[in-house]
């Protein structure tokens, strides 16, 4: 069984910038695809991007594209999310999650899960 765990999450002010890791532990990370999804409490869990293990097939939610990139290094089992120009709006645990199928846009088409981090964008 793999186990995500997931870093790098904190407090930042408006237009600053993050970078969590995800990094996975017990075998090589499960299925081709793994996807950053954020929930606010008391919402739906929220498709942030996704991103093919050999670094390709990247896709953001409209609401990140062209501030946050998905990155992975293969040699340490880790996916990356850095986050820039935050917004107040961007507040949330952020999940990764691993055995994603293609085209992955819902919690529901992912098999495994780390336990999130907190983003808090506030001044």
């Known amino acids: 069984q793999v186990q995500l765990r997931e870093s790098g999450g904190g407090l930042v002010q408006p237009g600053g910038s993050l970078r969590l890791s995800c990094e996975a532990s017990g075998r090589t990370f499960p299925g081709y695809y793994a996807a950053w999804f954020r929930q606010v409490p008391g919402t739906r869990r929220e498709f942030v991007g996704r991103v093919g293990w050999r670094g390709d097939g990247t896709y953001y939610a409209d609401s990140v594209k062209g501030r946050f990139t998905i990155s992975t290094d293969n040699a340490k089992k880790t996916m990356y999310l850095q986050m820039n120009s935050l917004k107040s709006e961007d507040t949330a645990v952020y999940y990764c999650?691993?055995?994603?199928?293609?085209?992955?846009?819902?919690?529901?088409?992912?098999?495994?899960w780390g336990r999130g981090t907190r983003v808090t964008v506030s001044s």
């Open positions: 999650a691993a055995d994603c199928e293609d085209g992955t846009k819902r919690p529901s088409q992912c098999a495994d």
